[in-house]
Each structure stands twice: as structure tokens, then as C-alpha cells.
T-cell receptor
């Protein structure tokens, strides 16, 4: 069974601060996706990373995929109250028992205070 | 356009009722998914349909019955549910089916909040 360890589980910061969320695994993923979810809504896809070492930027959000495709990070610069939500990483596998399924991290609940 | 729609938004049902959840996408996606999500937890996969055929059933109890009438629609039929089945039910779709590619980005609908009384 593949596992994706996401940390921290909870993050409470002030507006303007920077933060980083990590997802780590002992398994290799063929691609990794990051989602943001607000209460009562479905997850919204932020980015997909596919290549080892890849870095993608989405405004104040920077996503990295580890060289070995086992880990990923999400960095938010100058957080805003609108960044509040549940952040989920999810890895896709090429084969094995996880074939066809996304492996989700446990999620990071981010609260940004004004 | 990456929109997946789900109806109803909210559903309250008794343990003896029969109801259905509906999901629709018009993006030409080849795979559709049902997930169950409890508060502040990640989604748990229930079913995967690839090319309108059931490809994965994650040992879901038979009181949940999926159906894919065509490439754009996905239903989840509910019967004799238990209070512990109360959750947010999410539908998702991906352009590529898992059998075709490993980069199957999934796009989620807004979910149906189900309460079983």
C-alpha cells in the first residue's frame, strides 16, 4: 500500500507570512497533484507535476516535485486570508495495487488570520 | 472548461429510503469517479469508471450502486443506508483513463452533502 505523508496537519498563521507544506513517500509517483478545498465544496485542482525536479509557479504559490518523484512541496509567499482552506496532495501510480487510484495525503488545514 | 456538476447539493434520507446522486461532465473525459469524504479528511475512492465500464470497486457495500448511463453521466444509487454513511460524496472526472496514462488529472464536482437519519 502506498502512503503519502503530508505535513503539517494544521497551520495557523498571520496574513503576510510565508509557509511550506510537504508531502513525502517512500514510493515513486508518476505524477502528483495539489488541490485546495473549502468547507462544503469539492477539491479544486491547483497544479499537476510530472517530471522529477519540476518547479511550477501559480502567482504566490510555488510547487516542487522531488528529483526522485517521491516527494513534493507547496510554498505560499505572503499568505492572504483567501488562502485559507484544506490543501491536499495526491499521487498517481503507474502500477501495482494502487493502479488507477490517487493516493491522497492526510491534508493540511491552513488558517490565515487578518 | 473543467466543470463537473453534481445534484442534489444536499440530501437528507431515512435508512429505508432509495435515492440517487447524479454527476455530469461535458468535457469528453474518459474516466469518472465516486469518492466519499468525511470532514477534514481526504477523499476515499469508491468506484472508477473507465470508458463507461466499472474498472475499480473499492469493496464498497452493496447499498451503494453505481451506474454510468453514458460517457457524460454518472449516478450513485443509494438504498438502506446507515447513519455512518453520512458524508460529502464527490464525483470527479479525468480526460485520460488510468489505463491510458498515469497523468490522469482529476477534476472534482462540488459534492453532495448526504445526511442519513
Amino acid at each position: 500500500t502506498q502512503l503519502l505523508e503530508q505535513s503539517p496537519q494544521f497551520l495557523s498563521i498571520q496574513e503576510g507570512e510565508n509557509l511550506t507544506v510537504y508531502c513525502n513517500s517512500s514510493s515513486v509517483f508518476s505524477s502528483l497533484q495539489w488541490y485546495r478545498q473549502e468547507p462544503g465544496e469539492g477539491p479544486v485542482l491547483l497544479v499537476t507535476v510530472v517530471t522529477g525536479g519540476e518547479v511550477k509557479k501559480l502567482k504566490r504559490l510555488t510547487f516542487q516535485f522531488g528529483d526522485a518523484r517521491k516527494d513534493s512541496s507547496l510554498h505560499i509567499t505572503a499568505a492572504q486570508t483567501g488562502d485559507t482552506g484544506l490543501y491536499l496532495c495526491a499521487g498517481a501510480s503507474a502500477g501495482g495495487t494502487s493502479y488507477g487510484k490517487l493516493t491522497f495525503g492526510q491534508g493540511t488545514i491552513l488558517t490565515v488570520h487578518p | 472548461d473543467t466543470e463537473v456538476t453534481q445534484t442534489p447539493k444536499h440530501l437528507v434520507m431515512g435508512m429505508t429510503n432509495k435515492k440517487s446522486l447524479k454527476c455530469e461532465q461535458h468535457m469528453g473525459h474518459r474516466a469518472m469517479y465516486w469518492y466519499k469524504q468525511k470532514a477534514k479528511k481526504p477523499p476515499e475512492l469508491m468506484f472508477v469508471y473507465s470508458y463507461e465500464k466499472l474498472s475499480i470497486n473499492e469493496s464498497v457495500p452493496s447499498r451503494f450502486s453505481p451506474e454510468c448511463p453514458n460517457s457524460s453521466l454518472l449516478n450513485l444509487h443509494l438504498h438502506a443506508l446507515q447513519p455512518e454513511d453520512s458524508a460529502l460524496y464527490l464525483c470527479a472526472s479525468s480526460q485520460k483513463a488510468p489505463v491510458d496514462s498515469t497523468a490522469y488529472e482529476q477534476y472534482f464536482g462540488p459534492g453532495t452533502r448526504l445526511t442519513v437519519t
